[in-house]
């Protein structure tokens, strides 16, 4: 069953403008992490974050984690063109392995 | 990319053929997947292998039959199937299986069902 689901489905920025993605779900998690996929590709780890963890940063990735209300975001900083990609959220359950993924948002970079 | 390779990377079949697709995985870990992607749906998790045994069916249809000869080697063996099959297959390992372990996935191979 879709546990993520990733608000809004579809982005358009301009390069440098920065782009905030939402995962939202719905069962206590263990940890929630951030995919990245080039069109027609395999997908790429970008982050995990724990569930103890309220907000954790890579490069130019910033993401937040708020057990309370069951979401996470994803900010990007500066965007640029090779940003352009579909992003998916995936959460891991406190009771079981699998990862448990959203529908994605996809996400284009107007240069 | 490079860590984990899938072949072929396009594949268009009869719903009479019988083919295979293919996956290596070259970072040296235990655990390999296989996924269903469909536009616009959530990726779906069909079969997972641990120390190249199978842990997980996802109620996927008799005609998909994996197979893991090795903690490196995974296939999907592929027969009378449907349009609606049609999809890209994704594969992809972890160094464990658990609940901490980051996914790592090929470039998935593009399956067209006429």
């Known amino acids: 069953s879709q546990q993520g689901e990733e608000d809004p489905q579809a982005l358009s920025i301009q390069e440098g403008e920065n782009a905030t993605m939402n995962c939202s779900y719905k069962?206590?998690?263990?940890?929630l992490q951030w995919y990245r996929q080039n069109s027609g590709r395999g997908l790429v780890h970008l982050i995990l974050i724990r569930s103890n963890e309220r907000e954790k940063h890579s490069g130019r990735l910033r993401v937040t984690l708020d057990t309370s209300k069951k979401s996470s975001s994803l900010l990007i900083t500066a965007s640029r063109a090779a940003d352009t990609a579909s992003y998916f959220c995936a959460t891991v359950p406190d009771s079981n392995y699998q990862l448990i993924w959203g529908a994605g948002t996809k996400l284009i970079i107007k240069p | 990319e490079t860590g984990v390779t899938q072949t072929p990377r396009h594949l268009v079949m009869g719903m009479t053929n019988k083919k295979s697709l293919k996956c290596e995985q070259h970072l040296g870990h235990n655990a390999m997947y296989w996924y269903k992607q469909s536009a616009k749906k959530p990726l779906e998790l069909m079969f997972v292998?641990?120390?190249?045994?199978?842990?997980e069916n996802n109620s996927v249809p008799s005609r998909f039959s994996p197979e893991c000869p090795n903690s490196s080697h995974l296939f999907l063996h592929l027969h009378t199937l449907q349009p609606e099959d049609s999809a890209l297959y994704l594969c992809?390992?972890?160094?464990?299986?658990?609940?901490?372990?980051?996914?790592?996935f090929g470039p998935g191979t593009r399956l067209t069902v006429t």
């Open positions: 069962t206590s998690i263990n940890n």
């Open positions: 292998y641990n120390f190249k045994e199978q842990t």
């Open positions: 992809a390992s972890s160094q464990e299986l658990g609940i901490v372990y980051e996914q790592y």
